[in-house]
C-alpha cells in the first residue's frame, strides 16, 4: 500500500543510457578516427577531451529541451482542459463517462466512477491529459535529465581514452585496448540496466553490445575508408 500511495516518479535511467552509449561511441569515432588517419596518442587525448565536454554539453543541452518542452506541452494542455471545464462542464463530464464506458464500466458503477473523478478538479484535468490526450503528467525534471544525460555521457564516454594515457604502449597497441575497453563498457551498460530494470543481465547486456559494437565497427570502417582509398595521411 505504501509503494502505491507514492506519487510517480519518473526514471532518468534511459537518459543515463542514452548519455553512456552515445559518449562511448562518439569518443571512440574519435579514437578510430586518428587511428585511421596515422594521428599520435596525443591528439587521440586532445580531441577527444574536447569531443567529451562539447558533444556532452550539446546532448545535455539538447535533452535539456526537450524534457522542458515536454513540460511545456503538458502545461499548455492542462490550461486548455481547465479552460474547458469551467466553459463546458457538462461536456467535460459526459468525454469522462466516455472514456470509462470504453474500459468497460456501466450502469451505477460507471456514474459513481465519474463522480468521483469530476468532484476532484485536479484528478477530473489529469484524467483527460492522460486518457484523452496521451500525456503523462508526471514529467521528468529538465534540469535532472540534463545533468544525467551529461554526467553518463562523460564518464562512460572517457573510457575508450583512458589507454591512450598509457606510456610505453605503440599506437596500434594503444587503439586495440581502446577497442576492448569499449566493447567492455556497451557490455557493462546492458548489464547495468538489466539490474535496474530486474531483467536478465547477460541478455541486456549482450543487446547493448551488439548495438555499441555496431556502431563503433561503423566508426572504424569510415575512418579505414578515409586512410585507405582517399588517402589521408598522418603527421
Not at 67 to 88: T, Y
Not at 136 to 164: C, D, E, Y
Request: proline letters at 3%.
Amino acid at each position: 500500500m505504501e509503494r502505491v500511495a507514492k506519487k510517480p516518479k519518473h526514471s532518468y535511467l534511459g537518459d543515463g543510457i542514452l548519455g553512456g552509449i552515445d559518449g562511448v561511441v562518439t569518443t571512440f569515432a574519435v579514437v578510430a578516427g586518428v587511428y585511421g588517419a596515422g594521428f599520435p596518442p596525443l591528439v587521440a587525448i586532445i580531441l577527444g577531451c574536447a569531443n567529451l565536454l562539447a558533444d556532452g554539453f550539446s546532448m545535455a543541452v539538447s535533452n535539456y529541451q526537450n524534457s522542458k518542452s515536454q513540460r511545456e506541452l503538458v502545461d499548455r494542455a492542462r490550461r486548455e482542459e481547465e479552460r474547458h471545464i469551467k466553459l463546458v462542464p457538462e461536456g467535460e463530464i459526459e468525454e469522462i463517462r466516455q472514456i470509462f464506458y470504453r474500459k468497460g464500466f456501466r450502469g451505477s458503477t460507471l456514474e459513481e466512477v465519474v463522480k468521483v473523478i469530476t468532484s476532484d478538479h485536479k484528478l477530473w484535468v489529469d484524467t483527460m491529459l492522460t486518457e484523452e490526450l496521451g500525456l503523462q503528467v508526471h514529467s521528468p525534471n529538465p534540469v535532472r535529465a540534463g545533468i544525467t544525460t551529461f554526467m553518463s555521457f562523460f564518464l562512460v564516454g572517457i573510457i575508450p581514452l583512458l589507454p591512450f594515457l598509457i606510456s610505453g604502449l605503440t599506437s596500434e597497441q594503444h587503439f586495440h585496448l581502446s577497442t576492448v575497453v569499449t566493447l567492455i563498457s556497451f557490455f557493462g551498460i546492458g548489464v547495468a540496466k538489466g539490474i535496474v530494470l530486474e531483467i536478465n543481465v547477460f541478455r541486456a547486456g549482450f543487446e547493448t553490445f551488439l548495438n555499441g559494437s555496431a556502431a563503433a565497427a561503423l566508426a572504424y570502417a569510415i575512418a579505414y575508408i578515409l586512410k585507405h582509398y582517399i588517402g589521408i595521411n598522418g603527421i
